[in-house]
């Protein structure tokens, strides 16, 4: 029986196979087992001390008998069953970071298109309209970055050379950071932030304390020609509010690759109005993505012998 069993459910499209290929790689002396039916799932996890894949039902979960570890192949794990994992002493590793790479540029991309207003460009492309329009400029701009985890420490890191000021929210902000400034998410000190920003770009977890975070009263603090990203959760932002504050413009414009609901319907307002740009959840998408994670598994595998503290360790 393998040792590691790689379930049906990945991420982004891209076939598992090239998942179990990159642990084979990197574990030669581990047997990899790639499930490909429900029937596989059931049989492979029976003895496999290792389980890694997207998702798993504590049905499931119930015939993995000598499992140690469940490496979660998403950056989330709130749809995980952890207190089943709890109750039977498996540890439990995530994705994060995995991500960062190519969401860290998704978002300079948004925050330069509307900087230099290529949304426009491309929309009077689209009507064949060469008519010039007034861009703006990155330079001396304030943007704050909620969520200094690995995507927000990636973001950081590339807006440096393009003049700008940056202030990050985190829970501990006495830890710092790699930010000019660091606040917490006290509510006076948020919209202090707020009031100064210029590109508000979200890259946190959704949690109690972030679940609506961004609503009417943080748009009215907000100056108006600020621009919201969001790459974090639908459900950071009040949606309602966000397209409230769209069509009134209390703010500039919007970059959403999450969204609240998602999939975003086919009629909702958000799909019609100019200066909102929205992709589908795409942010995290990486050829590099296996590889990774990959990676993190690899890391762990040897630590399941020994003290040493798991990578990615959630649960």
């Known amino acids: ?139 001396d701009s304030t943007v704050t970055v909620v969520g200094l985890g690995a995507i927000g420490q990636g973001i950081v890191e590339r807006l440096e050379g393009f003049g700008v000021d940056t202030i990050g929210v985190r829970y501990t902000p006495e830890k710092g950071g790699p930010t000019d400034e660091v606040v917490g998410f006290d509510e006076d000190a948020l919209h202090d932030a707020f009031a100064r920003t210029d590109y508000l770009v979200l890259a946190c977890p959704l949690t109690d304390t972030t679940r609506n975070l961004v609503d009417e009263a943080v748009f009215e603090t907000l100056p108006p020609e600020s621009v919201l990203v969001n790459v974090a959760r639908g459900g950071v932002v009040d949606t309602a509010d966000l397209v409230s504050a769209l069509r009134t413009e209390h703010i500039r414009g919007a970059a959403l690759d999450v969204t609240d609901p998602e999939p975003l319907p086919e009629d909702h307002p958000l799909w019609t109005l100019e200066n909102v740009v929205v992709t589908p959840h795409t942010a995290g998408q990486t050829p590099e993505y296996w590889n990774r994670l990959a990676d993190i598994v690899a890391t762990n595998v040897p630590r399941l012998d020994t003290d040493e503290e798991l990578r990615n360790r959630v649960a």
């Not at 570890?69 to 540890?91: D, K």
Request: no cysteine.
């Open 1 to 139: 029986m393998p040792d590691i069993t790689v379930l049906r459910t990945g991420a982004h499209g891209s076939p598992m196979s090239e998942y179990a290929a990159a642990l084979r790689e990197r574990l030669p002396e581990q047997d990899v087992a790639l499930a490909r039916t429900p029937a596989d799932e059931r049989e492979l996890v029976a003895d496999a001390r290792v389980v890694t894949g997207g998702d798993i039902d504590e049905a499931l979960l119930e015939e993995a008998e000598e499992l140690e570890l469940f490496a979660g192949a998403f950056a989330g794990y709130e749809h995980l069953p952890l207190a089943a994992f709890e109750s039977r002493g498996v540890a439990v590793t995530n994705a994060a970071g995995v991500h960062a790479p190519s969401a860290a540029e998704q978002v300079l991309g948004y925050v330069l298109t509307f900087a230099r207003r290529l949304h426009e460009g491309w929309r009077r492309q689209q009507n064949r309209e060469f008519r010039h329009y007034q861009a703006y400029e990155l330079n």
